[in-house]
């Protein structure tokens, strides 16, 4: 007889649960006084390249609350410094040289994770043995348009302008460097889930500034390149798809076993675009975290309500939670969509 799959992994294939699981994207962060005791000591590149320290910090919300999923400590620029690309935290990546020719595209370095990030397998080591077994720790990467709009903008924006551009007025070179961001992603993901990631999450931060058009044209393909290059693993490919609303019927189109959603985009609406196999995560605005206990169940009560009673959701905020929330507002989350959901 096989062992019951923990609530996450179960809702990841869209199986029943005995209640919702429910994990908060940037869980281990700012909000947390244990982790700003370990950041007081630290800087974050620091604490990003120290596998007992992302450890540590990893563990920290799980200790704190009744998470059903962990995701490691990391950053997305992480494998593109490993790839020789030189950036700084102010407090987002600066990169001192853009990356806009195919000659800077062909000097980047070919991703082999065991050289360019042993601290990031290191880190999924140890916060594995750490971590309960019923709690799935999650691996990431950023997906190929939102770090090409990093290195080629050299320098977060909120429109990113530059790369919009870019992209337009030099398609084959943005091609190009989506391709090779695609296969080292490829490349490490595969790493992640080696050293012991039980589901992996493409970030894709950006790829609502693109109109649907565009999105299914240039996002949309180093995306599924990635997908299939990681389908044989058997383990849940997650794609976070932040203000991507209008690009559901693109995503529909991917192999990925669970889509996230931020909370401008129906979860209802969501499952009829993107239809039975797959699974949907979210969708909590993280605002109404500051709201009182009672608005803060009526706002969870709507985004069950919306989401059906199906199998295959995911309870999470619809993008990271912001450094100036209440813990114990988190806790009175997590334990409410517990209560509300246990079957």
């Known amino acids: 007889m096989t062992a019951a799959l923990p609530p996450f992994l179960a809702a990841c294939r869209r199986q029943p649960t005995a209640h919702t699981p429910i994990w908060i994207m940037r869980q281990a962060g700012r909000y947390l006084p244990e982790y700003r005791a370990v950041r007081s000591k630290v800087g974050f590149t620091e604490l990003t390249r120290s596998p007992e320290l992302a450890c540590e910090v990893t563990l920290q919300p799980i200790r704190r609350f009744a998470l059903d999923a962990s995701i490691i400590f990391s950053d997305i620029m992480v494998p593109i410094e490993g790839m ?92 190009r460097l989506m391709e090779k961001l695609a296969d080292a992603m490829i490349v490490y993901l595969r790493a992640q889930a080696g050293a012991g990631a039980q589901a992996l999450m493409l970030f894709e931060s950006w790829g609502g500034l693109l109109g649907p058009s565009d999105f299914a044209r240039i996002a949309l393909p180093p995306v599924k390149r990635i997908i299939d290059g990681l389908k044989d693993l058997g383990v849940p490919l997650i794609y976070f798809a932040n203000q991507c609303g209008s690009n559901l019927d693109s995503i529909a189109t991917l192999n990925a076993d669970v889509v996230g959603l931020d909370w401008r985009t129906s979860l209802g609406g969501a499952r009829k675009i993107l239809g039975p196999n797959k699974a949907i995560q979210g969708n909590l605005d993280p605002a109404h975290l500051f709201s009182s206990p009672d608005n803060l169940r009526k706002r969870v009560d709507e985004v069950f309500a919306d989401a059906g009673p199906g199998p295959g959701h995911i309870f999470n905020l619809g993008h990271g939670i912001w450094p100036e929330t209440d813990p114990d507002s988190v806790a009175r989350l997590v334990d409410y969509v517990h209560e509300r959901s246990a079957k």
């Open 84 to 175: 020789g690309v030189a950036l700084e935290y102010a407090p987002g990546p600066v990169i001192g040289e853009p990356v806009r020719t195919m000659k800077q595209i062909d000097e980047l370095r070919t991703l082999v994770p065991e050289r360019d990030v042993p601290f990031v397998m290191e880190a999924i080591k140890m916060t594995r043995a750490g971590l309960p077994a019923h709690v799935p720790l999650i691996g990431f990467a950023g997906s190929p348009f939102t770090l090409f709009s990093y290195l080629v903008a050299g320098k977060p924006s909120k429109e990113f302008s530059v790369p919009r551009a870019f992209a337009q007025a030099e398609p084959e070179i943005s091609a």
